[in-house]
């Protein structure tokens, strides 16, 4: 039996963390993503405004996967030395469009990210297989870095 969403997909060795990679077992999910260097930049003030405000505790802000992004590269270009760990809840509408409702959780220095973090590339699309996989609408915890690295816990 597989995992569902609501678990995790345990890694096989202690040292690894235990990350929820189940969208990467779709038969699509290497041959419409790719590989980025970095998080999608954005000159828009309200994403940018956004990144700034952000605090722990801050109130919870609602935003397209796609700004999402933007702000994890604005949060990780600022303080690439961090790790920013976030409650989303994800939140289809009812055009079908996907929204995140994001909380600022944690940041810590960084350490080493876990060795099956996935790439930026990826995130659009993990974030819409785990909308469809839960009840809606549903939270994941997620942290984010600079080098376009995020997971799910």
Not at 10 to 21: D, E, G, H, I, W
Not at 45 to 53: D, N, S, V, Y
Not at 108 to 136: C, H, L, T
Request: aromatic content about 12%.
């Amino acid at each position: 039996m597989k995992d569902r969403f609501i678990g995790t997909t345990p890694t096989r060795k202690a040292c690894f963390s235990t990350l929820n990679l189940s969208y990467l077992d779709q038969h699509d999910a290497f041959e419409v993503n790719h590989v980025v260097r970095d998080w999608p930049k954005t000159t828009n003030p309200f994403t940018l405004r956004i990144a700034q405000g952000l605090s722990v505790g801050s109130p919870a802000v609602r935003i397209p996967p796609r700004t999402f992004m933007e702000m994890a590269e604005s949060l990780s270009s600022q303080k690439p030395a961090r790790i920013f760990t976030f409650s989303v809840k994800l939140e289809p509408t009812w055009d079908n469009q996907k929204f995140l409702t994001i909380t600022l959780i944690e940041t810590r220095d960084r350490d080493q990210p876990p060795i099956m973090a996935d790439n930026a590339g990826f995130f659009e699309y993990a974030m819409a297989w785990f909308s469809k996989q839960a009840p809606v609408p549903s939270t994941i915890t997620l942290s984010i870095t600079s080098n376009a690295l995020f997971w799910v816990h």
